[in-house]
T-cell receptor, first 115, second 111 residues
């Protein structure tokens, strides 16, 4: 099956710093990738849809200036949490859809802890 | 308005028995339904799916049933194994659009 690689798996940072999370499709091209956030014991909350070569589409309530998404190539999307604060601490997950399929292939997630 | 609901946050079954996880949806436009399995601190993995033109899809120990008139689907796992213990998410989509996820059901299979 398709493989999506997400890095880093865990990051601890100080309040006010920025953190970049990478999501790569290893064996397929992903024109669309999705970014989610999951709080403990809660569902996956879709943050934004990342489109290759164009601006990301953000869900209502998600600050686009805080969560910067770049999808510069067909295999790479990045999420940058700018000026992170403790309330941004969460588990962030990316996913990609293979063209012609409804299935989503997920990265392994990034646990962000902001001190 | 939550369009995909998993009303049972948790389910506990004995090894070897059947596990039935339920999911309800409200949007009649949904035409594709998927189940994902998630372990702690990992990303979800695809388990099984069903198109709205079908009412049943089977893959090994996993079977998904779709009742369109009731806007309800269920995942059956038979026989349940301790390794099946995880959070199961139901998801629905239409066209090539984004998937909408339920809140998940934590399944515990006891040896």
């Amino acid at each position: 099956g398709a493989v999506v690689s997400q890095h880093p798996s865990r990051v601890i940072c100080k309040s006010g710093t920025s953190v970049k999370i990478e999501c790569r499709s290893l064996d397929f091209q992903a024109t669309t990738m999705f970014w989610y956030r999951q709080f403990p014991k809660q569902s996956l909350m879709l943050m934004a849809t990342s489109n290759e070569g164009s601006k990301a589409t953000y869900e209502q309530g998600v600050e686009k200036d805080k969560f910067l998404i770049n999808h510069a190539s067909l295999t790479l999307s990045t999420l940058t949490v700018t000026s992170a604060h403790p309330e941004d601490s969460s588990f962030y997950i990316c996913s990609a859809r293979v063209l012609g399929s409804e299935k989503l292939f997920f990265g392994s997630g990034t646990q962000l802890s902001v001190l | 308005d939550q369009q995909v609901k998993q009303n049972s946050p948790s389910l506990s079954v004995q090894e070897g028995r059947i596990s039935i996880l339920n999911c309800d949806y409200t949007n009649s436009m949904f035409d594709y339904f998927l189940w994902y399995k998630k372990y702690p601190a990992e990303g979800p993995t695809f388990l099984i799916s069903i198109s709205s033109i079908k009412d049943k899809n089977e893959d090994g120990r996993f079977t998904v049933f779709l009742n369109k008139s009731a806007k309800h689907l269920s995942l059956h796992i038979v026989p349940s194994q301790p390794g099946d213990s995880a959070v199961y998410f139901c998801a629905a989509s239409y066209g090539a659009g984004k998937s909408t996820f339920g809140d998940g059901t934590t399944l515990t299979v006891k040896p």
